[in-house]
């Protein structure tokens, strides 16, 4: 995952930018960056770190400009390089462009190749420069139709927001995986991966961008287009956005997550017949969840693990021992109110088990005399290729493995994962999503090199 922002105003947006980044920080810490353009040319900064560490009062004060975007990163195509930091910058046909990339291609390797025989030079290993060089390969002076011949060739998950010196256009995938929202404040044009970009800016959120859709505001004005006018979307957005990485306050696709995650807690509570003391939510992804179990089991909602809140998200870090490192700094059990209970622990998913190994051992070794493990969504059996962290399925504990397996590994009293129909029952909403994580059906297949020549 990754979060975007774009904003086209009439007044400099430097600080808009920054606070909207800000916002969407959980999308990835790895590294940030905005690029400004003025009207005549783009100015940039990114780096390694967090939005807060990298851009200081004086650094904004020089990007001045009124039409911008912005990133927040953490590495899926890539690895945690400086050179892999976005938005990219390049120029083409006397004219600069910028872009940024929410989502993950799943043909990216081949265009690399076919782009490195047509004797382009990368600099990074991302598939967001895959996306820039083909823009730019085909781009004549509109926008528009560059756009639309990129998107023939690009396949997977992208949501773009891309910037000329006097225009900024938004982009959403066919399937429309990843969430990309509109909004407007005044004479204001917003385009964010969440709408919380908006609203801390006093935005209001008009809509999603819909599937397969280009919008471009120049001119003061909004103009949509359609990828193609023959293409018929089928809208699969990603359903583990609405379980772990939006925020709770995001509605995506006329579906508020917190709202979502609630009612999988309640689903999931339903029926129970175990004889606990208390329910102990797994901050910060489980709390909604925990609380709709509470509601349905009318077992008391109760505080059992401390979070620092100065640590980042442990599942989104970009290697295995730095993920275990940040469970133990992150999460500290409160003995005196789990000790000698049985407690039901509540979270949103489990991928790897090991967060999840840690944290019933620390509340094992707190006193807790029974732990519960209740999981507000199915087990996750298959790898993403749409920008989910879960490249191999060798790294799923729940790829080959059956409940009970996965309950010893992770040493609790019991393990129950909530159905993948009743999961998707609780989003109260007609639209189809991607669940491919769990059921293994890929709405975009990942081709080898024949299959995509052939395309």
């Not at 980044?21 to 780096?47: F, T, V």
């Not at 992804?285 to 100065?310: D, F, I, Q, T």
């Not at 070794?365 to 993403?384: F, K, N, W």
């Not at 994962?417 to 297949?445: H, Q, R, S, W």
Request: hydrophobic fraction near 35%.
């Amino acid at each position: 995952m990754c979060g975007i922002v774009g904003i086209y105003s009439n007044k400099d947006i430097a600080k808009e930018l920054y606070y909207s980044l800000y916002s969407i920080q959980h999308r990835g810490q790895e590294s940030c960056g905005m690029a400004i353009s003025n009207g005549n040319n783009i100015n940039y900064k990114k780096d390694m770190g967090l939005v807060g560490d990298v851009f200081k009062e004086n650094e904004l004060a020089n990007l001045k400009g009124n039409i911008g975007i912005g990133h927040v990163r953490y590495s899926t195509a890539g690895g945690s390089h400086l050179a892999n930091c976005q938005p990219l910058v390049g120029r083409c046909r006397k004219r600069e462009l910028a872009l940024a990339h929410n989502g993950n291609l799943v043909n990216a390797n081949y265009l690399r190749d076919m782009l490195e025989e047509d004797g382009y030079m990368f600099q990074a290993n991302s598939d967001t420069e895959v996306i820039l060089y083909i823009l730019a390969r085909y781009y004549k002076g509109d926008i528009v139709e560059s756009i639309k011949i990129t998107m023939d060739y690009i396949k997977g998950a992208y949501s773009l927001v891309i910037m000329g010196e006097d225009e900024l256009v938004a982009v959403r995938d066919p399937h429309g995986f990843r969430p990309l929202v509109l909004g407007k404040k005044g004479d204001e044009y917003i385009f964010a991966s969440e709408n919380c970009a908006i609203d801390i800016l006093g935005g209001e959120v008009i809509r999603d961008v819909e599937p397969g859709e280009i919008i471009v505001a120049k001119d003061g004005k909004l103009k949509s287009y359609f990828y193609s006018e023959n293409y018929k979307p089928v809208k699969k957005s990603c359903i583990f956005e609405h379980i772990y990485f939006a925020r709770n306050d995001a509605t995506i696709d006329n579906v508020n997550a917190y709202d979502f995650r609630v009612k999988c807690g309640e689903v999931l509570a339903k029926d129970e017949d175990i004889k606990a003391d208390i329910v102990v939510p797994v901050p910060d992804s489980g709390w909604a969840g925990a609380v709709g179990y509470s509601n349905e089991s009318k077992l008391p909602l109760s505080e059992g693990l401390v979070k620092n809140r100065y640590v980042g998200r442990t599942f989104i870090k970009p290697t295995q021992e730095e993920r275990e490192i940040g469970v133990k700094i992150k999460l500290n059990p409160l003995s005196n109110v789990v000790k000698g209970k049985s407690i039901v622990l509540v979270d949103d998913s489990v991928v790897r088990g090991t967060t999840s190994k840690l944290i019933v051992k620390s509340l094992r070794d707190a006193g807790a005399s029974e732990i519960h493990l209740r999981i507000t969504s199915p087990p996750v059996q298959y790898s993403c290729y749409y920008g989910i962290d879960t490249p191999h399925r060798s790294n799923l504990i729940a790829s080959g493995n059956d409940v009970e397996y996965i309950r010893e590994y992770i040493g609790c009293d019991s393990l129950k994962f909530l159905d993948i129909d009743l999961m998707i029952e609780a989003t109260e909403n007609k639209a189809t999503f991607c669940k491919a994580c769990f059921d293994g059906d890929y709405p975009v297949k990942k081709l080898d090199r024949e299959e995509l020549l052939s395309c």
